[in-house]
């Protein structure tokens, strides 16, 4: 059996609910309930917070969690980051008032600093030989400075609207985060086959989320300059169609180059191009 974290609600839980799910993981009515047993797979489902999650992990109460890079860093947990997941996207920046004259870090000596994230501010503030005096405070803290609690925040941003409402400009980048899948050290040798075909369903899916499946049809004497502007996994399947002089071309293509290809191929004559979502991409 594996015990996998995830969090309870908040910005991680949809997106892992649905890894999970295009891992082939069926997870019944997960909203509301602490744990959830999986019905076709040998694990269980934690709902937890989001700070709880590496101590959880760290005790081996789990042995595997999807969590943000951010946390595990704030809490120093002795925990195992296995895979970066390309979701939840932010970085921690410490952000000044519009009014404030900010010219570098040392700007902020003897400053009051707005937190939730002191461990790993403090970390930073020491690298740079800056003392300031740390205010921890568990949520809202782009208001601190308005209504006169700190001078400077230090706080998650991933668009920036947030600081720019309240008259915030983000001054440092202390740390880049996504969500991760992290795993409790034991666990790895203990559990290691069922962490791998994990890691190994998870890979998939992400490769597949990467890509697309197209096929088109294409006169056959273009197939050749059609193969060579397809950045393909392999060789391209090609079939004949019923019609003479024509074949239908299939391939997987990565989403970065999806639309110059497209493009490309057109001009060389290719018709009826389908694109089709991947749901596995097993190599
Ligand atoms: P808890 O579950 O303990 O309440 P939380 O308050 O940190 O945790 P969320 O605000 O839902 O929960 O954030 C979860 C994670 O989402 C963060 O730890 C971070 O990794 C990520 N995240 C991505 N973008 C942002 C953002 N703009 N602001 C805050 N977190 C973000
Ligand atoms: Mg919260």
């Given at each position: 059996m594996i015990k996998i974290a995830?969090?309870?609600s908040g910005r991680l839980y949809d997106d892992s609910v649905d890894l999970l799910k295009k891992c082939g993981l069926k997870i019944d009515n997960a909203k509301g309930?602490?744990?959830?047993?999986i019905k076709n797979y040998d694990a269980e489902v934690f709902f937890l917070r989001n700070s709880d999650i590496p101590q959880y992990l760290e005790d081996g109460v789990v042995d595997l969690a999807i969590i943000g890079e951010n946390v595990v860093e704030e809490k120093q947990s002795?925990?195992?980051?296995?895979?970066?997941?390309?979701f939840?996207?932010?970085?921690l920046s410490i952000a000044t008032p519009k009014s404030l004259v900010y010219d570098d870090i040392t700007d902020l000596e003897g400053c009051k600093i707005a937190t939730s994230y002191p461990n790993t501010l403090n970390k930073f503030l020491k690298e740079k030989g800056v003392n300031a005096?740390?205010?921890?405070i568990s949520g809202s803290v782009e208001i601190a400075p308005s209504i006169g609690l700190a001078d400077a925040v230090c706080d998650l941003v991933s668009s920036g609207s947030t600081l720019f409402k309240n008259g915030l400009v983000e001054q440092e980048i202390i740390l880049n985060s996504e969500a991760v899948i992290a795993a409790n050290g034991k666990s790895l040798t203990t559990k290691s086959e069922q962490i791998e075909?994990?890691?190994f369903r998870v890979n998939a899916v992400l490769k597949a989320e990467e890509n697309r499946y197209i096929l088109f049809n294409i006169p056959d004497d273009k197939i050749e300059v059609v193969?060579?502007?397809l950045p393909v996994l392999k060789s391209p399947t090609v079939l004949p169609l019923l019609e003479e002089g024509w074949s239908s071309m299939h391939t997987v293509i990565n989403q970065v180059d999806f639309w110059s290809v497209i493009s490309k191929i057109k001009k060389e004559g290719a018709e009826g191009i389908l694109v089709l979502p991947i749901e596995n991409i097993i190599l």
């Open positions: 995830i969090q309870k309930q602490l744990k959830a047993k002795k925990v195992t980051n296995l895979l970066k997941l390309g939840s996207n932010c970085r005096d740390l205010h921890i075909e994990i890691l193969s060579s502007i």
